[in-house]
């Protein structure tokens, strides 16, 4: 929901028109008082906020905003008149995200409450496996073993992955071959072998949390003591 606060007529019902033919809801507002209980019984998702209002004007109404805990980070997007440097400059120093210069075309305010929209949209959170001291940062996309950060290969990285999302499951090397690398490999399971000696040289005091299930192939036993099963 975007909310605008216009008190020109004709541009507000232009603006909510676009922006409702666009696929985005909208409401619109002439004056600061019931803009502002809106904004506290149901938060939009950006605001159109013109400069000139009767009353309380467009700049007041934006710093209660940004004073506001609840709606300090509510993307803001001001109308100015043409001309009116000096308004530009004392809304965006107040806080407001973007501007809009009068008069503006419709696409235009639409492409730009997108781009606001998108620039204010939720950060993917921090996505972490960590078991112990091993730690596999999905977004970042790195390895941290006891705290000190280990550089893999990319099919290091991606069997480590495995072995975390499935601790304790035995992976054959031909499971491993078809989940790492991809179904379409030619190649010996001996690669598998490989790898699994390099990553476990990596991961140095963890290394025994790779196990060797002898005629089957891997699991990944965290914590555990290593069972005295051959190593591949």
């Known amino acids: 929901m975007i909310y605008c606060l216009e008190d020109d007529e004709a541009i507000r019902n232009m603006v909510l028109y676009t922006l409702r033919a666009s696929g985005i809801e909208a409401e619109g507002f002439e004056t600061a008082a019931p803009f502002l209980q809106a904004v506290a019984a149901h938060p939009p998702q950006l605001v159109l906020l013109d400069i000139m209002l009767p009353g309380e004007d467009g700049i007041s109404v934006l710093r ?14 001001l109308a ?11 809304g965006l120093d107040s806080g407001a995200d973007d501007y809009l210069v009068k008069p503006f075309g419709m696409m235009e305010m639409v492409s730009r ?4 929209l998108r620039r204010a949209g939720p950060r993917e959170p921090r996505r972490c496996l960590t078991i112990g001291g091993l730690e596999l940062n999905l977004s970042e996309h790195t390895v941290s073993v006891c705290g000190q950060r280990v550089q893999l290969t990319l099919k290091e990285y991606e069997m480590l ?18 989940r790492v690398w991809n179904t379409d490999y030619v190649g010996e399971t001996r690669t598998v ?20 299930v002898r ?6 036993a965290p914590g555990e003591e290593p069972k005295g099963e051959e190593r591949g």
């Open 64 to 77: 209660r905003l940004r004073e506001n805990p609840a709606t300090e980070s509510l993307p803001v997007i």
């Open 80 to 90: 100015t008149a043409k001309g009116t440097e000096y308004d530009k400059v004392l």
């Open 113 to 116: 409450v997108k781009a606001v």
């Open 161 to 178: 992955k495995l072995f975390m999302e499935n601790p304790g499951r035995v992976f054959t090397r031909g499971q491993m071959i078809s």
């Open 193 to 212: 072998d490989v790898h699994i000696g390099t990553l476990r040289t990596k991961l140095g005091p963890l290394a025994d949390w790779v196990e060797t």
């Open 215 to 220: 005629g089957v192939g891997y699991r990944f």
